[in-house]
Nanobody, 121 residues
Framework: QVQLVESGGGLVQPGGSLRLSCTAS????????MGWYRQAPGNQRELVAT???????NYADSVKGRFTISRDNAKNAVYLQMNSLKPEDTAVYYC???????????????WGQGTQVTVSS
């Protein structure tokens, strides 16, 4: 079994900062890309940022210059530093990992349970 556990969400005023963390645990052979997605009420889930095991980091246009994604491969962890937060960043943020559970398996997507981020004065 693989689990992704997020932490770091909460309530913050506009212009403030939050740091989200996500750690993957369980039977993991290899993690390819990791990322963050978000879903606001009434909206579809959307990409925020992804970071592959090698290659270019990808950000949604709406967060470029404000959010920074990073990962710690030794800890199977991914982080999202969110600065200059805006009310429109309010959403449930989900961690995602594209990973392989053993050497003969295909990669598959795994999701965390989500953490609420609310930006409001």
């Amino acid at each position: 079994q693989v689990q992704l556990v997020e932490s770091g969400g909460g309530l913050v005023q506009p212009g403030g900062s939050l740091r989200l963390s996500c750690t993957a645990s369980g039977s993991i052979f290899k993690i390819n890309a990791m990322g963050w997605y978000r879903q606001a009420p009434g909206n579809q889930r959307e990409l925020v940022a992804t970071i592959p095991s090698g290659g270019s980091i990808n950000y949604a246009d709406s967060v470029k210059g404000r959010f920074t994604i990073s990962r710690d491969n030794a800890k199977n962890a991914v982080y999202l530093q969110m600065n200059s937060l805006k009310p429109e960043d309010t959403a449930v943020y989900y961690c995602n990992a594209d990973l392989v559970i053993n050497w003969y398996s295909r990669p598959d997507d795994y999701w965390g349970q989500g953490t609420q981020v609310t930006v409001s004065s």
